[in-house]
């Protein structure tokens, strides 16, 4: 499973279950299933009249990013970088591909000793390869979240991708274990209640309208996994501003992936073509 982190809505994806499995001392399926039962569907939430809508949090995020335009003003994005594993030593290096019109993305880390792991969708079929579960290709609920996570505009979050979107408190702000951002001061949380039913939450800084963290639950081969994703240190790349630290706590394993370089429009049809162990399983 690769786990969304979205840098800006252009969507870069860290390794989390899967790659939990692998690198974990003594690790296997067995020991990292989720005991929980997957969630049931979510209600949609009742808005506070005192509180600013969702679309309005959402809008004041893609204003304080670059704007609408901004945004729209790009067909694919490259992205490189580290990924770490702080607690178990390990890192290795990360790239990201993807892009729009039809929405694809092909996620890669490399780390010493382990291996290679990869995940893509390439606008129909989703696919992973990992050195513990080999080739896999997506299929039911796994497949539907792979084009709901491909959405290369995903920062504006589209209506038709959501059944509500509500603004359900102003309350602190997830942190990791690292130091609290100064500037951080209280965030808006957004319910995002997505068309299968299942509720995602958004937390956008109240003063700046950035987006400093997410709660994410997501289909695995290990069953539903719920993440906490921290975003922050934004820099500017051509006219977006992407946070270039990104940290995901998954099953109490946190990992880490800071941002080297973006590049827009780019990226060749090619970068998303299926490997040929994938291609080998598709009927």
Known sequence: MLLRVPVSGRTVSVVAAAIVAVMLPGASLAQTTPAAQPPAPAAAAKPDPSLPSGREVIEKFVKAIGGRDAVMSHKSMHVTGKYEVPASGLSGEMEIFTAANPNRAVQRVTIPGVGE???????????SINPMTGPMLQQGKELEQAKLDADFYNELRDAKNYKSITTLAKTDCPMSSEPAPADVRSCYKVSLVRSDGLEDFDFYDTQTGLRVASIQTRESPM????STNIEGAYKKFGNLLQPTSLIAKVMGVEQKITVSTIEYDTVPASAFEPPAAIKALIK
Not at 223 to 226: E, K, N, T
Request: charged letters at 20%; hydrophobic letters at 40%.
């Open 223 to 226: 069953g539903a996994v719920q």
């Open 117 to 127: 792991v990869v995940q893509g969708f390439d606008g129909e079929r989703g696919w």
